[in-house]
């Protein structure tokens, strides 16, 4: 089966299966073989559910074959990252301390899409925890940049953006809440999108059943093509089964149909995470390419707040929602904060009181700081249909396994502290916003460079439909020459 074909979007394969084009087994077992071919230098599809994905394949056929009802994705391969819950896998987050936590049962997103008729050749890789920007850990090992194997493909939805880019795959779902949708599908030249907090349930995406969803982060898909982006948001979105009884999602749809006349702001750099001189200009240039599509442009318009306070209340907030998932670095952070505070009961219960409430109090305060960005971004979308913005400072970085207060990212030969680039996915975390990052070419080195279109909150299928148009206009996915990594 030809590369074309495996490459194509997965609503477009859905469609060729449900008028027997192609079968569905038939492309499942293209996939399967690309896998077995091209994967080991990869390394993206780390579990592998091959017999379960055939069997299931093979099912789907006899539904068409029935004439049966067919779901939006019916018959579609798929892979998804490997924090998400399924039947008979690991769900680790690469920590080699949950190397056998096997589930018995689907989760939530896994069920929702088997319901929509796709199913899975298997689950990619991620860092350790979910918190990196490459995608390592001792159960799997690395994972390689498609384009340059020397290179990252980001993460922590890396396996993801992967093993889409290697053509392994129909369609994928990550989470983010550090960019971690977002900055695999920049490294990789492919789509993501990071929706409005909440809309997307968390269950199903959990080293353990029953844990609440936590603040800021968001669960979303990754594709090729920005229409399978808002079907996939189709398939995720919507209320899980106790909140079904009182409530039910209704995004808007795009207000616009063509680039003319959209009103977007330009970010192209800012002094809290200086981008490379090569990223902004790729942002200038969309940019110039938009108004001369009639769009109307600005590179001065900026929400009402300072850059740096945002910043500091963004990690603010992402601080409480890692430690919270790491026991002994709360304890940690609750001796200093009680040391701080003085005492004269120092046992840990009253350390562990004590600084509880702090924490808490602090949380509470810095949510008080999001609201104020939230409204101030309210005022700047009744002007603006889309913020245009970098994602990263750099393309994809190259591998660099080194503790992370060693590591750095060079932006123009400078040395720029690694977690700087946070400042681009932050931006728009903080507040809840939607953003879809969108392939626009390559740079000079021949990584891809992705940039992201920000909207207001629920505006998802807006910054989704501006990145297929865009896409559209100028050019959207592109596969990495096979030569980089088929063996």
């Not at 003319?260 to 090569?278: C, Q, Y």
Request: aromatic share 8%; charged share 20%.
């Amino acid at each position: 089966m030809s590369d074309n074909l495996i490459y194509k979007g997965a609503v477009e394969l859905a469609a060729m299966i449900s008028t027997g084009d192609v079968s569905a087994e038939e492309l499942t077992r293209a996939y399967i073989d690309r896998i077995e071919q091209c994967d080991g230098a990869i390394n993206a599809v780390v579990v592998r559910t091959f017999e379960r994905a055939l069997q299931d394949a093979r099912t789907a056929d006899a539904a068409v074959a029935r004439g049966d009802a067919l779901g939006p994705l019916h018959g579609v391969p798929m892979t998804i990252k490997e924090s998400y819950v399924m039947t008979d896998t690991p769900s680790t987050w690469g920590i080699p301390a949950y190397k056998d936590n096997i589930s018995p049962t689907d989760g939530l997103a896994v069920q929702r899409f088997r319901t929509a008729g796709a199913h899975f050749l298997g689950k990619t890789n991620v860092p350790i925890d979910l918190g990196d920007f490459q995608s390592y850990n001792a159960i799997y090992g690395t994972t390689n940049n498609p384009w340059n194997l020397e290179h990252a493909p980001g993460g922590s939805s890396g396996g993801s953006a992967a093993a889409l880019a290697a053509g392994f795959s129909a369609l994928e779902a990550g989470s983010d809440i550090g960019g971690s949708i977002r900055t695999p599908a920049h490294f990789c030249g492919v789509f993501g999108h990071k929706p409005t907090w909440g809309i997307v349930p968390l269950q199903g995406h959990e080293l353990f059943a029953g844990v609440p969803d936590a603040d800021l982060s968001v669960c979303g898909p990754l594709a090729r093509d920005a229409a399978d982006l808002a079907v996939a948001l189709d398939v995720m979105a919507g209320p899980e089964e106790r909140s079904a009884a009182g409530w039910k999602l209704d995004l808007p749809r795009p207000r616009f149909k063509r680039l003319k006349g959209l009103r977007v702001a330009v970010w192209a750099t800012d002094e809290m995470a200086p981008v490379s001189e090569e990223t902004q200009a790729r942002v200038h240039e969309v940019a110039e390419q938009l108004a001369g599509l009639g769009a109307v442009v600005s590179d001065t318009a900026r929400p009402a707040f300072d850059t740096r306070a945002a910043h500091t209340t963004y990690q603010s907030l992402l601080t409480a929602v890692m430690s919270s998932a790491q026991p002994a670095s709360v304890v940690r952070q609750m001796v200093e904060f009680a040391k701080r505070f003085g005492t004269d009961d120092d046992s840990a219960e009253a350390i562990n009181a004590r600084a509880s409430v702090m924490m808490h109090r602090d949380w509470i305060r810095h949510n008080v700081r999001r609201e104020k960005l939230r409204r101030a971004w309210d005022a700047f979308f009744r002007d603006w249909d889309i913020l245009l913005c970098p994602q990263f400072s750099v393309p994809a970085i190259r591998h660099d396994h080194r503790p992370v207060a060693e590591r750095t990212i060079d932006v123009d030969g400078e040395a720029r502290p690694y977690g700087e680039s946070l400042f681009w996915a932050g931006l728009v975390i903080a507040s809840y916003l939607p953003s879809t990052v969108f392939p626009t070419g390559l740079s000079k080195a021949g990584l891809p460079i992705g940039l992201q279109a920000v909207g207001g909150p629920f505006q998802d299928y807006s910054t989704i439909e501006f990145a297929r148009l865009v896409a559209q206009e100028l050019g959207g996915f592109e596969a990495p020459p096979q030569t980089a990594f088929r063996k």
